[in-house]
């Protein structure tokens, strides 16, 4: 488990990125999309099983399990596992986010819908939030901020 700050999004945007890289072209979808969606296309949602909860003062432990849908125009078994294939490969065994590596853990092919045909790759994160850091992150910012401001553009 890796020590991380605020990433919650951060997250879901870089695996995003994996997606975007492992089938260039795709369109993705957030699940909240339930029409005027194009096919074919990826459906992604973080779904979070532990919220921010408290293990010390300063430390919280998040955990998410993100789903990724593959909806096709015409069902096609092998199109789908060549997808999600490439997906897998391209994530690999841990999700970057910015300067971290968080542990991809238990990664499955799991089928969905009512005849259960329609494929989705799923897999879980782990990883605790310093929030003494985010909060001293924040306060440097704003002090960095003020500091541009008042010296315009100055340099020393």
Do not use: W
Not at 10 to 18: A, P, R
């Amino acid at each position: 488990i890796q020590l991380a700050k605020n990433v919650s999004t951060k997250e879901e945007g870089s695996y995003i990125k994996v997606l975007r890289e492992a089938v260039p072209g795709m369109r993705i979808y957030s699940n909240e999309v339930e029409e005027g969606y194009e096919t074919p296309s990826l459906f992604v949602q973080m779904i979070p099983l532990i919220f921010k909860q408290r293990e010390t003062a300063s430390i919280t432990r998040s955990s998410y399990m993100f789903e990724t849908t593959f909806l096709q125009y015409k069902k096609n078994d092998a199109e789908q596992l060549e997808i999600i294939e490439k997906i897998r490969d391209k994530l690999g065994d841990h999700l970057e986010v910015e300067d971290r590596k968080i542990f991809v853990e238990e990664p499955e092919v799991q089928y969905t819908g009512q005849t259960h045909n329609i494929i989705q790759f799923v897999f879980k994160v782990e990883f605790l939030e310093d929030c003494r850091q985010a909060a001293i992150e924040q306060m440097m910012q704003e002090v960095n901020m003020k500091e541009m401001i008042t010296k315009g553009n100055m340099q020393h």
